[in-house]
């Protein structure tokens, strides 16, 4: 995993924390908006890793 993913994962995780220890009922906050934002961030840097492939034949 690259340390985008990395970084973009304790992003979402922090920001899911946030939402849970702020909201008391369901509604919808901006630490949840932003959970949301940088998990899809975070799947979008999972994806581009696994494109970039390191060749170590090409010298």
Known sequence: MSKLAIGFFFLALLSGILHL????????TLPLIAC??????????????????????LR
């Open 36 to 57: 949301g934002v940088f998990g899809a961030l975070f799947m979008l840097a999972l994806i581009a890793g696994r494109r970039i492939k390191f060749d170590p034949v």
């Open 21 to 28: 220890s702020l909201s008391q009922e369901g509604t919808i």
